[in-house]
Structures are given as structure tokens and as C-alpha cells.
T-cell receptor
């Protein structure tokens, strides 16, 4: 089955440590995205990549970094510079879905807790 | 600029009664509109989408939505609520400008509670 996998589902880190969240897709989609979700705020775009070796900042990129060395993979690093890293992180891709129109596909998410 | 407003942060309905989740959008260009559902600690699942074809869109699990350009609305409805519908619902607008820039904007979500 095609889809997006994110690991781990739950992640705990101490303040001051960098942490990398994994995102892999086997949908053959060019575009991939990282969102952050906080209660009552919906989803906010962190970074996105429309093609391998290229990525763009979203609305809240400060304190985060990404890479896109392979089409299938788009890891997100939460650095110690991110002031409020505790959140639910969702990876997504964009491609052709049902009825031959584009739609966004989401992974199951990673809940990061930093103490 | 584009935006999407979900008019209710929380909706409660009794099982078996109709569901209405409201969404208004603003966009300078012709939008594509989506509704996604999210169950606790899960990713988002597409319920339905409008992409300039039929204005009444049918989705999964008995949900449907009607695109009303004159009212800039895309409200989500279901005739009879089921306990399994309890979740968070997001309205999303996607716009591609004349310059080819693409932007996806999410609403803040509506939490649907079903009363037994």
C-alpha cells in the first residue's frame, strides 16, 4: 500500500537537544511538506519541498531545518533554537488522488515532547 | 491573499441528527477546497474536495459539501450523525496564482462531539 510513514509516533527530548523527525513516502510525489499542529491553531506550515534538493520556508520556519536528498524522504530537524518545540508534527505530500485531481496526503504524525 | 474561516470551534450534536460544520473562504483566484478529518493523535484524512466541477461534492462516510461562490462558503453536512464521526474537521483552501505560486491554507478546525 502506498502512503506516508512517520517515525517515531512519540518522541521525548531534553531541552537544548536537536531532534530529527523522519518522513518517508512511497507515493512517488514530488512535493512534500511539514506542518506543526498546536491545540486551537490548526496546521501551520514549517517547510516544503517541491523537488529533490530544493526546499522553501513556510510560515514558521525559525528553529527548524530540513533536507531533501531523495524523493522519498523529507526529514525535519527541530533545533535547540526553536523556543516552543513541543507539538504534534505532520508530514504530507501532494499528488494526484481520486478523480485525477490533486490532493494532500498526510502521515500519522509524530508527537514531540521537550522537557 | 487568501484565508479560510471555520465559524465554530466546537459543535455538539446528538447521534442520528444532522451535522453542519461551517466554512467561509476568501481568495483572489479560483480556489480548490477540501475538508479533512482528524481523529485523536492521527494524521488527517481527506473527506471530500471541490475542484471546479460539480458544486455539490459527495465524500466518504456520508458527508457532503456545497460550494457557494456568491456566499464564499463550503459548509460540510451529514444527514445523520454517527458516534464514529466524533473528530476534528479542517477546511482547507488551495490557490494557484497567475504567477504559478501555490498556497494551501488551513482553517483552525472544528471539534465535533456526538452525544449518545
Amino acid at each position: 500500500d502506498g502512503g506516508i510513514t512517520q517515525s517515531p509516533k512519540y518522541l521525548f527530548r531534553k531541552e537544548g537537544q536537536n531532534v530529527t523527525l523522519s518522513c518517508e513516502q512511497n507515493l512517488n510525489h514530488d512535493a512534500m511538506y511539514w506542518y506543526r499542529q498546536d491545540p486551537g491553531q490548526g496546521l501551520r506550515l514549517i517547510y516544503y519541498s517541491q523537488i529533490v534538493n530544493d526546499f522553501q520556508k513556510g510560515d514558521i520556519a525559525e528553529g527548524y531545518s530540513v533536507s531533501r536528498e531523495k524523493k522519498e524522504s523529507f526529514p525535519l530537524t527541530v533545533t535547540s533554537a526553536q523556543k516552543n518545540p513541543t507539538a504534534f508534527y505532520l508530514c504530507a505530500s501532494w499528488g494526484i488522488g481520486t478523480e485525477d485531481s490533486y490532493e494532500q496526503y498526510f502521515g500519522p504524525g509524530t508527537r514531540l515532547t521537550v522537557t | 491573499a487568501q484565508s479560510v474561516t471555520q465559524l465554530d470551534s466546537h459543535v455538539s450534536v446528538s447521534e442520528g441528527t444532522p451535522v453542519l460544520l461551517r466554512c467561509n473562504y476568501s481568495s483572489s483566484y479560483s480556489p480548490s477546497l477540501f475538508w479533512y478529518v482528524q481523529h485523536p493523535n492521527k494524521g488527517l484524512q481527506l473527506l471530500l474536495k471541490y475542484t471546479s466541477a460539480a458544486t455539490l461534492v459527495k465524500g466518504i462516510n456520508g458527508f457532503e459539501a456545497e460550494f457557494k461562490k456568491s456566499e464564499t462558503s463550503f459548509h460540510l453536512t451529514k444527514p445523520s450523525a454517527h458516534m464514529s464521526d466524533a473528530a476534528e474537521y479542517f477546511c482547507v483552501v488551495r490557490v494557484i496564482s497567475n504567477f504559478g505560486n501555490e498556497k494551501l491554507t488551513f482553517g483552525t478546525g472544528t471539534r465535533l462531539t456526538i452525544i449518545p
